[in-house]
């Protein structure tokens, strides 16, 4: 019996060293300002869902969280500074389908299932057909013809080789038939403004990030990329609708932290985030924008990422994609 008792004491003692920084860390966090990185240039949607979900948390924790964009390479450098980063909740990564096209796309400087912890899905959002206003058409139709006439002549503006207006764009191209080149820029920002600037004629993009220039006017929408018209913009027919049955694209965001992260505080972030988009403020800015609130915890998001990357690897294979 005494044997037993002392078995169990160091059971339970090597449980307490365990878990006691655990606890000590979660009910001192944060402890100083928190950093999230947005491995993208400004502008994109990356950067537009970041910087809310920043501020917002900023509110909860009683800290800064300070957005730090980390740009290049399809969103590799910013995720592998992520990755290298201490796993006490105060460094955190904003992701979105980029991640889960990266893994076929490029040998990456990290393992993308080990080395982060999920914290949570915050929203989803299709892809907008998005001209300047100078582009003689005013439909799906009419551009696809254009291009037929133009063969070779129109390009579309994209977030750097295998970003989600990339793909959005080949899949647009694949099921056209048109000859329609591809711009890459390093960010879904600057592509945004070079079609603004009307030095890029047209881009599949994030409908989060050109709605804006939609209402003001510096770009024309043509048709959106969800399964249902958006909410925002009622009178825009989907892509699947406006002359290209089938079409489909959306893009998602998601937080992550670096791998090894105190489960208490993995839970207090999502607690404090999930918070946040079930508050009205958060699903009217998301629905403004042409995005909607999306939420997975951690134990279902991680799965999610895993699937995403699987479906994503087969498009980039079967269009035989090669990152530059």
Known sequence: MKYKMNTLFAIVL???????????????????????????????????????????????????????????????????????SDPDGHTLLVISSAYAINTSLYKLPYDPVKAFTAIAKVGTGPNVFAVHPGVPVNSVKEFIALAKEKPGQLNFAAAGVGSFQHLGSELFKSMTGVDVGIVQFKGGGPAMIDVIGGHTPAALGS???????????????????????????????????????????????????????????????????????????TQKVFGDQGAEVDKLGPAEFGPYIVAETAKWGKVIKEANIKAE
């Open 14 to 84: 090597v449980c307490a060293v365990v878990l006691l920084p655990a606890i000590v860390a979660s009910q001192t966090y944060p402890a100083k300002n928190v950093r999230l990185i947005i491995p993208f240039p400004p502008g994109g949607s990356n950067d537009i869902v970041g910087r809310f979900i920043a501020t917002k948390l900023s509110e909860r924790l009683g800290k800064q969280v300070v957005a730090d964009n980390r740009g290049g390479a399809g969103g590799v450098i910013g995720t592998e500074a992520a990755a290298k």
């Open 207 to 281: 409908l989060i990030q050109f709605m804006p220039h939609i209402k003001s006017g510096k770009v024309k929408a043509l048709g959106t990329g969800g399964a249902k018209r958006s909410v925002t913009l009622p009178d825009v027919p989907t892509i699947s609708e406006a002359g290209v049955p089938g079409y489909e694209a959306n893009n998602w965001w998601g937080i992550l932290a670096p791998a090894g992260t105190p489960r208490p505080i993995v839970d207090l972030l999502y607690k404090e985030i999930s918070a946040i988009l079930s508050s009205a403020e």
